[in-house]
């Protein structure tokens, strides 16, 4: 089975003519009145990330030109020795801001004894890797978009952390990440269209989120071995999660029906997954996607192109978690509240969710924040 590409344009067309984005607080008064060619490309987002957790798209926004830049600002950083990258590092503020080093998030089939029960039920052939500790990966995050001044979960006050010598950090960083934000909440309003919610039932909720801009640095030249797990056996656990192509492959996806796929994603194209809080809304109608990252035979053949041309060994995701906003409660919204398993996601405030998963995998901020 391949990931369809879905092209964001014609409902972008449409849309644009009647609504604003996330930022904005006015409401919407009326409701698109979709042709069934775009109500059928609706109802195409929400099966395919019901039976995936993963969907292809096609933002004419996002070029390939602007993953490019981004990826080689992140590059750059990463290549710079470990000294000059923990001066990036806010261990205090629990990695929130700036760089987390490898070794420090532990992937979730590590510590989840439920997981680890389902995985060891699983037939060999789909079964995970399996890491034998923390995440090799690096991390930088940078948080996209305005917070509320008000919350009960009251972010960190530290700045943003730019590293020295990158005058265009800041530029390539929001302007990556107000594109991907865009990008998915094109596709979260289609999904609702899809799920016969109304169309800003996620964006509405998203207004005002701890959207994080989070790529992540894999070392290959070090750990370039086939089998490295760089990223353990998880699930996201915000509400969608979004990425740029990366140079290198190696992401694995397990679909719906317990089915590992590997992750191709065409040139130009944006891979989007389903995290814990879309599951959370739709009572697991839509769940969470579990994936890994694995050095692969396809890896290694990319590694040997990239040493061939004299190009950076590191490997780059250009990931996006797009979340609820902290102080929005979490629970099956509309037709889904009747759910007969919707008892299985109670009330919950999504800054109070985020902050439990933390804590499982490492990364729990003492102050309520993200
Ligand atoms: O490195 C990647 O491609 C994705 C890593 C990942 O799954 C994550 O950051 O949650
Ligand atoms: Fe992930």
Redesign the pocket.
């Known amino acids: 089975m391949e990931l369809p590409v879905i092209d964001l344009a014609p409902y972008l067309e449409v849309s644009s003519k009647s609504s604003g984005n996330c930022w904005d607080e006015e409401e919407e008064e009326e409701e698109l009145e979709l042709d069934p060619e775009l109500k059928t490309l609706c109802c195409e987002v929400s099966r395919t990330l019901r039976e995936t957790g993963a969907l292809l798209v096609k933002d004419p926004r996002c070029s390939a030109d602007d993953n490019d830049r981004f990826i080689d600002m992140m590059e750059n950083y990463f290549e710079r020795p470990q000294d000059f990258k923990r001066r990036q590092e806010r261990p205090h503020l629990h990695y929130q801001v700036g760089v987390t080093p490898e070794g420090v998030e532990v992937p979730r089939s590590l510590v989840d004894e439920e997981m680890l029960e389902k995985l060891r039920a699983m037939p060999k052939e789909s079964q995970p890797s399996t890491p034998s500790g923390p995440d090799p990966?690096w991390?930088y995050m940078w948080r996209v978009g305005p917070r509320p001044s008000n919350t009960r979960f009251q972010e960190l006050n530290a700045e943003p952390v730019i590293p020295e010598g990158f005058p265009e950090w800041k530029d390539t960083m929001d302007t990556w990440g107000y594109k991907m934000i865009s990008a998915i909440e094109a596709v979260a309003q289609m999904a609702a269209i899809g799920f016969e919610l109304p169309k800003d039932a996620f964006t509405s909720l998203m207004k005002q989120g701890p959207h994080l801009l989070?790529p992540?640095g894999?070392d290959l030249q070090h750990y370039g071995k086939e089998g490295t797990v760089?990223?353990g056996y998880?699930y996201?656990l915000n509400f969608l999660?979004i990425?740029g192509r990366?140079r290198f492959p190696?992401?694995n996806i397990w679909l719906r029906n317990g089915q590992k796929m590997e992750v191709k994603v065409p040139i130009g194209c944006l891979l989007i997954?389903t995290g814990k809080q879309i599951e959370w809304l739709t009572a697991g109608d839509c769940i969470a996607g579990m994936?890994?990252?694995v050095v692969t035979n396809r890896t290694l053949d990319a590694i040997n192109r990239a040493s061939q041309q004299n190009r950076s060994l590191w490997?780059v995701?250009s990931?996006l978690?797009a979340h609820i906003a902290s102080d929005a409660v979490l629970k099956p919204l509309g037709h889904f509240a009747e759910s007969p398993i919707a008892r299985n996601y109670p009330p919950i405030c999504a800054g109070e969710f985020v902050e439990q998963e933390l804590s499982v995998i490492n990364l729990k901020g003492s102050n309520g924040e993200l």
């Open positions: 990966k991390r989070a992540t894999s760089f990223a998880h996201d999660t990425h990366s190696g992401l997954q994936h890994e990252v490997r995701s990931t978690f």
